[in-house]
């Protein structure tokens, strides 16, 4: 009995180190403020080689950052776990879940929704799964997890940024901003609050005031991991965009918070790469990129390396469309049959779930090539990138691609399939000038006097 301790939950943890239990806390700080230092959970397994919790937090660690050597890790949590504690066992068996081979994530969200009901303090957990529902495309699912802990966790850090999100991604706006308010309430300092807030008010066009918001934050961010750091300057760099700030706000983000991430030591390539495709896809779509010289064929240099490819679906995307607009075809090709060998192996229920996911990479690398027809045949005339969730973006990240649609439209003369889709697109965002410029442009085609009033309004929105 002398050997178990409490963890920060208050949950018991068989290990006779304090500086095991130290380091899983630890942890826990770094996964939930999205640090820069959860590498701190392998000193935890260091420090006791037969600590359950310690082992099985590594081996989830490990999964992603060095995949041959997560087996390890599990092994020794399995091998101990007959002197683990109720609270250990109920973590091994939902990361054992997210770690097999042969993953049911029906039977990954179930095994979480059992943890998460013995233990609600358990805000990993609760984070693991999240991340769980946002591959699997499904916000009903995160928020109910949320809502399961919510009771036990009504004071705590970075509860209501989890919860914030959640609501985001249902659509629900009014709901997840006074989430994030209170997250952000609660700590200055808890970053996917602020993240939130920031989705709201982009959302809302409330452009200038979500840059200030996060020019204001931004203090806070250097501790962030790679994707935290450059994804929170990648919104800002989206409100300049669509707020029609100057050019050079969105090339100063870009090189000196994006960009620039790269020559840190600790820095994890694939995710500023994932950022930054998704910002020049941006820059691109609003005809823009001529700005930014030869970045993005420096860019689509880097992600050539094939250790760039098959960790994120939406990184896959991205970086087909990069390498095929600048030319590197047989890369890009390579990409796809590799994408597509990968889906074949997917059970058929996970099939049934990615095929829009391989439809929309198949689209991507044809409109990097310039043939739009062919996109545009793949994605299909009622296509809707917020149905694309599983292959891991947010409503936000996705847009790009509703963007991309649109463009397609345009340019193969589908000028009235365009209006449709644009007006409706302007009903939910009417402070977007963007937008606006591309109604003008399906107007002008149809030889509407519309077209006109489209314009007005974009110059409206642009002086603003």
């Not at 709201?200 to 931004?218: D, G, N, P, R």
Request: proline residues 2%.
């Amino acid at each position: 009995m002398e050997e178990l301790r409490l963890d920060k939950w208050g949950y018991e943890v068989n290990t006779r180190s304090d500086s095991c239990l130290s380091d899983i806390n630890a942890y826990y700080h770094q996964v939930l403020s999205y640090g820069r230092e959860r590498r701190v959970i392998l000193a935890a397994a260091e420090h006791d080689k037969d600590c359950v919790l310690a082992n099985i937090l590594a081996a989830h660690f490990m999964a992603s950052n060095d995949p041959s050597k997560a087996s390890a890790y599990l092994d020794a949590a399995k091998s101990r776990l007959d002197g683990a504690t109720p609270y250990e066992k109920a973590v091994f068996s939902a990361v054992s879940c997210l770690l097999s081979k042969d993953r049911d994530d029906d039977v990954a969200v179930d095994s979480h929704f059992k943890l998460l009901k013995v233990f609600p303090r358990d805000l990993v957990s609760l984070k693991r799964a999240q991340v769980l529902c946002f591959y699997m495309g499904r916000p009903d699912l995160s928020l109910a997890f949320v809502e399961q802990v919510l009771p036990y966790n009504q004071l705590e850090d970075y509860v209501y940024g989890t919860l914030a999100f959640s609501l985001l991604e249902l659509g629900r706006m009014e709901d997840a901003e006074k989430a994030a308010k209170k997250g952000f309430e609660i700590s200055k300092q808890d970053v996917w609050a602020q993240h939130a807030l920031c989705h709201v008010l982009q959302y809302e066009c409330h452009f200038q005031e979500a840059v200030h918001f996060m020019e204001e934050c931004s203090s806070s961010w250097s501790s962030c991991s790679s994707f935290m750091y450059t994804h929170n300057w990648w919104h800002v760099s989206l409100c300049y965009l669509e707020g029609h700030f100057p050019m050079s706000k969105v090339l100063e983000v870009y090189d000196n918070h994006i960009w620039k991430e790269l020559e840190r030591i600790d820095a994890t390539l694939p995710e500023v790469y994932l950022n930054a495709l998704g910002l020049l896809l941006r820059v691109h779509v609003q005809g823009k990129l001529d700005i930014f010289g030869d970045r993005l064929r420096i860019l689509a240099a880097c992600v050539r390396d094939e250790a760039n490819w098959y960790l994120e679906w939406h990184l896959d995307v991205l970086i087909l469309w990069a390498l095929a607009f600048t030319g590197e075809l047989s890369k890009a090709e390579d990409l796809l049959k590799g994408l597509k060998s990968r889906f074949s192996m997917m059970i058929k229920k996970k099939q049934n779930i990615m095929q829009i996911g391989l439809q929309l990479a198949e689209a991507l690398y044809e409109y990097g090539r310039g043939n739009d027809h062919k996109a545009l045949e793949l994605l299909g005339p009622d296509f809707d990138a917020n149905f694309c969730k599983m292959i891991g973006a947010s409503d936000e990240q996705l847009d790009v691609f509703n963007e991309v649609w649109y463009i397609m439209l345009l340019n193969t003369g589908q000028a009235a399939k365009a209006i449709e889709v644009i007006e409706k697109r302007i009903k939910k965002r009417e402070g977007a000038p963007f937008m606006w410029r591309l109604l003008e442009r399906a107007y002008q085609m149809t030889n509407s006097q519309k077209a006109a009033i489209a314009g007005e309004k974009a110059m409206a929105l642009e002086a603003a």
